[in-house]
């Protein structure tokens, strides 16, 4: 008897693995976790009150010598006002986002600070304070990651994995001391709709897109300034073409919120109406970016960009 069930069990056996290797090529083969169309990723600043004393803000700048009484009132509205009324907005509908926290801003709101992880939100790295990345020397760079993220996990029990920079303009060094520090992503790249993987040193480093287009300081200041109903049509378009695109390839649509601005009634409002009309579409999916990381490190069709190299490099 046992001569006849060795061949069946052998050959059960490799059925069984075979099915294994198959189920894990078709996981790694999906765009997104839960068979998602369409990932909607919301940044929000946690920034204001860490800038210069000399920032102007949105008013014309004044004469040296001269006290500003009015520029720091315009940030502290972000951390009274702001941030709060955009975590109600979150829970509202239940979505989890990621908030980018200069290290300086966390110290000064320690308690807002917290209350933003406790409500299930993600805490990333954006720098120690408002001095661009690309000014400093590697060791000042290295040293105020070190303090933004020792800051930001003492306050609010979570260690930041991820980076956004002033700006978005790095240093040479930066994405090479965001590996050295235990960082998985940085999202200042503007080059696809999806995630990508970009060589540092002999290992990667995820890219979770940033936005400039859907970005509050850019859409509401500058000579493209706009309404936030015309801000909630543009989110509306965009989001249909990506949402069509999905069906065939992996698709991410990124949303900025700055404290100051996109938390005042009006902004709000738009980005309300606008998830509304998000979750009225079948597989949208809302993700904080470090789950979006992780969930890239897993797959096996990540586009690959070039290592990054910078102008003085080529010529």
């Not at 083969?29 to 204001?48: N, Y």
């Not at 200042?188 to 060589?199: A, C, G, I, V």
């Not at 601005?261 to 079948?282: E, N």
């Amino acid at each position: 008897m046992m001569k006849f069930l060795k061949p069946i069990l052998i050959a059960s056996l490799f059925f069984l693995s075979c099915l294994g290797v198959a189920q894990a090529k078709e996981a790694t083969s999906a765009f997104w976790p839960d068979d998602a169309q369409l990932v909607i990723s919301i940044s929000m600043q946690f920034e204001a009150t860490a800038q210069e004393q000399s920032d102007p803000g949105p008013f014309p700048p004044q004469e040296v010598g001269y006290p500003d009484t009015i520029s720091p009132s315009w940030y502290q509205y972000g951390m009274n006002e702001g941030i709060p009324r955009l975590l109600d907005l979150w829970d509202k509908h239940d979505i989890k986002v990621t908030s980018h926290m200069v290290g300086r801003a966390v110290e000064l709101n320690p308690e807002l600070a917290k209350e933003v992880v406790q409500r299930g939100h993600e805490a990333s790295g954006h720098g120690q304070t408002w001095t661009p990345q690309y000014s400093m020397s590697e060791e000042q760079e290295r040293q105020s990651y070190i303090k933004s993220a020792n800051i930001i996990e003492k306050v609010t029990g979570q260690r930041p994995v991820g980076f956004n920079a002033f700006w978005m303009r790095h240093s040479k060094n930066t994405l090479k001391i965001l590996k050295e520090l235990g960082f998985i992503y940085h999202i200042d790249d503007l080059s696809r709709d999806e995630p990508s993987l970009t060589p540092v040193g002999s290992d990667d480093i995820v890219v979770v897109p940033y936005t400039f287009r859907n970005n509050d300081i850019v859409r509401y200041t500058g000579s493209t300034a706009m309404t936030g109903k015309a801000y909630l049509q543009e989110l509306k378009d965009e989001f249909d073409v990506l949402y069509k695109e999905g069906k065939q390839r992996r698709r991410m649509m990124s949303i900025s919120a700055h404290d100051r601005l996109a938390g005042t009634p009006a902004r709000v409002k738009a980005l309300d109406d606008f998830i509304t009309y998000a979750k009225q579409h079948k597989g949208v999916k809302f993700m904080r970016k470090d789950d979006i990381a992780k969930w890239m490190l897993r797959q096996d069709n990540v586009p690959k960009n070039q290592p990054r190299t910078f102008t003085e490099d080529l010529l």
